[in-house]
């Protein structure tokens, strides 16, 4: 989030453009798309089933699909079994099925309508997609930060004993003109 409530994407660390598909196995366990695990090739598909799964996420908190060891998780995304709790969003639950269905001639964002199948889900339904590009509207949660580059809100862990570059403090957002 950005310091005025805004989402805002900030690693591209394996980010890369490709024409139609690529067989690079990469990832998240909880985040990895069937067709990944199953070296099929994948697109842009995978990124429609990670949104699946991060709305899941926020919403139920925790992904779909969890276990103790990643081939557990990869052995439930490949089942396609999804289990929401009870008050999970009516709404919510039919987009996530249609974001996370295995096949991608079903899958939310690859159909026809693309990304518009998506924008016109009924859990969307209050939102003003144009209001929020111009950031016209106010954000539910606005972080309480000193700055751009402040990381207070985020837990702290365990410096590890490697030789990692250090990253200089920056006093304007990295992102800002991005």
């Not at 900030?10 to 990895?32: H, N, R, S, V, W």
């Not at 067709?35 to 089933?49: A, F, M, P, Q, T």
Request: with cysteine; hydrophobic share 35%.
């Amino acid at each position: 989030m950005d310091k005025d409530g805004f989402l805002k994407i900030t690693d591209f660390g394996f980010a890369k453009k490709i024409q139609f598909k690529t067989y690079t196995l990469c990832g998240t366990p909880e985040y990895i798309a069937p067709e990944v695990l199953l070296n099929k090739g994948h697109g842009k598909g995978v990124d429609w089933w990670t949104l699946g799964v991060f709305i899941f996420e926020m919403l139920a908190g925790e992904p779909p699909f969890v276990d103790d060891e990643p081939m557990g998780i990869y052995q439930q995304v490949l089942s396609g079994k999804i289990v929401f709790a009870r008050g999970y969003d009516k709404h919510a639950k039919s987009l996530t099925k249609k974001l996370l269905n295995s096949d991608l001639t079903k899958r939310y964002g690859c159909l026809k309508g693309g990304t518009a199948d998506i924008k016109k889900s009924k859990w969307f339904k209050d939102l003003n997609w144009d209001k929020l590009l111009k950031r016209e509207m106010e954000p539910p949660i606005k972080p309480a930060v000193e700055g751009a580059s402040d990381t207070s809100n985020f837990e702290r862990y365990p410096e590890e004993d490697d030789d990692g570059v250090e990253v200089p403090t920056l006093d304007e957002d990295p992102f800002e003109d991005f």
